[in-house]
């Protein structure tokens, strides 16, 4: 079956660091692939999506990039914000499908201090 | 409209009410979809409309009832609730491979 594996949390930083967190995946066929975020008390917002091999998905600094030989898509961002704390979800939506489950990594909470 | 709108945001109700969770999108997608959420966890998928036909149930127990009357509205009927099933209830809607759109869900509380 399909699955992600997200590296576990929290990770705390301060602001402007650099922020990494790891996503791999194990699904048959070609997934697409999706990073969404939560912020305290809200819904999900899809923050980047790939969805073939090679893709760079960007949005508001972040930046994932879809590499089948690895399996993996890690989330990066160059400088946090403290505005940037949320709870962060990789996610992966099988292919030939119009619709169908998203399945979801874990989740990392990450913290930004000032 | 790029946004699913769920109403209410939050609910409290005891173990023997009857209570309905509303969902509505206007970004023509065809697929709609329940998901549950408990507290520092992802969301498990409840239920699947595809067309306005339920597409996938996910072993839900009947206490939770799902409809779905025209292509922008998606409802949950909820009887008999647990606190266990205290939790954050979204709604998201998609079409083809473009990623899901969530609402901002109903925080429900079952006393």
């Known amino acids: 079956g399909n699955s992600v594996t997200q590296m576990e949390g929290p990770v705390t930083l301060s602001e402007e660091a650099f922020l990494t967190i790891n996503c791999t995946y194990t699904?048959?066929?070609?997934?697409?692939l999706f990073w969404y975020v939560q912020y305290p008390g809200e819904g999900l917002q899809l923050l980047l999506k790939?969805?073939?091999?090679?893709d760079k998905g960007s949005n508001k600094g972040f930046e994932a990039t879809y590499r089948k030989e690895t399996t993996s898509f890690h989330l990066e961002k160059g400088s946090v914000q403290v505005s940037d704390s949320a709870v962060y979800f990789c996610?992966?939506?099988?292919?030939?499908?119009?619709?169908?489950?998203?399945?979801f990594g874990q989740g990392t909470i990450l913290t930004v201090h000032p | 409209d790029t946004e699913v709108t769920q109403t209410p945001k939050h609910l409290v109700m005891g173990m023997t009410n009857k209570k309905s969770l509303k969902c509505e999108q206007h970004m023509g997608h065809r697929a709609m979809y329940w998901y549950k959420q408990k507290a520092k966890k992802p969301p498990e998928l409840m239920f699947v409309y595809s067309y306005e036909k339920l597409s996938i149930n996910e072993s839900v127990p009947s206490r939770f009832s799902p409809e779905c009357p025209n292509s922008s509205l998606l409802n949950l009927h909820l009887h008999a609730l647990q606190p266990e099933d205290s939790a954050l209830y979204l709604c998201?809607?998609?079409?083809?491979?473009?990623?899901?759109?969530f609402g901002s869900g109903t925080r429900l509380t079952v006393v």
């Open positions: 998201a809607s998609s079409q083809d491979h473009e990623g899901y759109t």
């Open positions: 996610a992966l939506l099988a292919g030939g499908t119009s619709y169908g489950k998203l399945t």
């Open positions: 699904a048959t066929g070609y997934p697409s």
């Open positions: 790939a969805t073939k091999a090679d």
